[in-house]
């Protein structure tokens, strides 16, 4: 039978990261809070900071968060700027059915609680 999946706030993985920080080994947390080490290893990698220059470091979410927003932008670009309209009016169809059969599927939306629409 398989495991019931469970799921932790951020707040907690936060306190958990936190910890580790500040010299708890990954076993005593593990066995302290019953978390699996992998499990813990993963929110540490999330929150590793990565230079992007001598200014600058990033998360490894934020830099995940960054590479699919360029991936949709590149997506955006080629719909609008790569393909020739004749008209006004078949620009503006053309455009209207990209964001509601692909855009709206894909982008999340706050107003909405995060849900696609």
Not at 43 to 51: A, F, Q, S
Not at 70 to 75: C, P, T, V
Request: include cysteine; charge should be positive; hydrophobic fraction near 30%.
């Amino acid at each position: 039978m398989a495991k019931r999946q469970r799921y932790y706030t951020k707040e907690f993985r936060k306190t958990i990261v936190e910890l580790y920080n500040s010299g708890k080994s990954l076993a005593e947390l593990s066995s302290e809070y019953g978390i699996s080490k992998s499990t813990i290893n993963r929110w540490l990698k999330r929150v590793k900071p990565i230079t992007v220059n001598k200014y600058t470091t990033i998360t490894s979410a934020e830099y995940q968060a960054m590479l699919n927003k360029m991936a949709r932008l590149e997506e955006e670009k080629e719909e609008v700027n790569l393909v020739t309209y004749c008209d006004f009016n078949t620009a503006r169809i053309a455009i209207f059915e990209y964001i509601e059969s692909w855009y709206n599927r894909k982008k999340l939306h706050s107003s909405i609680g995060y849900m696609t629409p």
